[in-house]
């Protein structure tokens, strides 16, 4: 893991990790170019607690992006900036009130869902626990997501435009089967990710489309 | 727990829930007037899984603020949403850079500490090992946002002006002294927390100060 150099933006990514894979998103679907630095949280116990990432990132965790001679770290952070520097293709609504809407999809993803069933929580939970406590919390969020698309969503998640909820829900969704959740209680998310997974730039920041993606997964 | 009406601006808050509180400092801070409807974490086996309270806020979390004639939930969107319709007392710089560093704390403690020490997780983590469980994540986190602060913080959290990162650190602060978490290795957390328990805006929004807070514990 070499660290990244100024000028060129640079994603710290792991391929499996859901809050890369939203960054991932969110650059190809503004069309920004930028390379990948895979950052293993599976190799030597994982790099991301490596003394070099800590400085990238003190939470340990992925993504990190370095851009405009700065690193940022938090996926929804990094995303935001984005969208505040990169302008084509915007990924939040113009109204305020529709804005909001998205980011409380994002935060119920983002703090509600994912930190439960993050790996370094679940080693904590125990290998025999792990399976149905992650399924527990993905289920309660999704419940949750499927009653706020209720009202919110048109072709996405917040009417007919991508958005960085779709971002969030698409990585979730994937971990979910991973998890082997029951989905049918959540046809409003199963269309939306049945929509999304052959949009190229969806296509290009799936796991199995990742430069570090083992082999044999692909 | 009656619903909100049109026209007003509503709270729906508990005097303990973080959540909650990080809200309560934002409006206050922006000084615009609102009602709190408390909603009881612990009375009846929670009010936010009433029927009633999950039309308003489908995570059965608090808060929920209705505001502009719709109802807005997580913390962090709500907080946005004020910022960008209430312009008074910006919490957000205005530099881009700035702002991904602000939002970069608020989403380490909003997903990467608070989702993991909050009550609905400590019930399913169990009585006798929720003290460690709960220290464990708060540690670690605040260990991450004393390295950030390292380089953002002046006065407060980013520079010398209040944002919405102090408004997420003073209420994971008081959470970290309920578990007992140690303290002292973050200098610059204690620091910045110690400069805001005078100011009114934070005062006004304490647990102690809340219509809800139980007398015996003022």
Not at 39 to 64: D, F, W
Not at 110 to 136: F, M, R, T, Y
Not at 150 to 178: H, M, W
Not at 200 to 216: E, I, K, R, T, W
Request: overall charge neutral.
């Amino acid at each position: 893991m070499a660290v990244a150099h100024q000028g060129k933006i640079v994603l710290y990514s792991y391929w499996r990790s859901s809050c890369s894979w939203r960054v991932r998103i969110a650059l190809n679907l503004k069309e920004i170019p930028y390379d990948i630095k895979p950052v293993s949280l599976i190799k030597a116990g994982g790099e991301h607690h490596s003394n070099e990432y800590r400085e990238i990132n003190p939470m340990e965790q992925l993504p990190a992006l370095h851009i405009d001679g700065c690193t940022l770290v938090e996926s929804l952070s990094i995303m935001q900036y984005l969208e505040e520097t990169r302008l084509q293709r915007p990924l939040l609504p113009s109204d305020v009130v529709k804005r909001a809407k998205v980011r409380e999809i994002c935060e119920v993803i983002v703090s509600g869902i994912q930190p439960l069933q993050n790996l370094s929580v679940l080693i904590h939970v125990g290998e025999e626990k792990k399976d149905a406590w992650a399924k527990h919390w993905i289920t309660r969020g999704f419940r949750a997501v499927e009653k706020l698309l209720g009202s919110s969503a048109g072709k996405y998640c917040a009417g007919d435009e991508i958005t960085l909820a779709d971002c969030c829900l698409v990585p979730q969704v994937f971990n979910a089967r991973r998890f082997h959740v029951d989905l049918r209680p959540f046809p409003i998310i199963l269309r939306i990710d049945r929509d999304l997974e052959r949009h190229p730039a969806f296509v290009a920041a799936h796991p199995s489309n990742q430069p570090d993606c083992p082999p044999d997964t692909k």
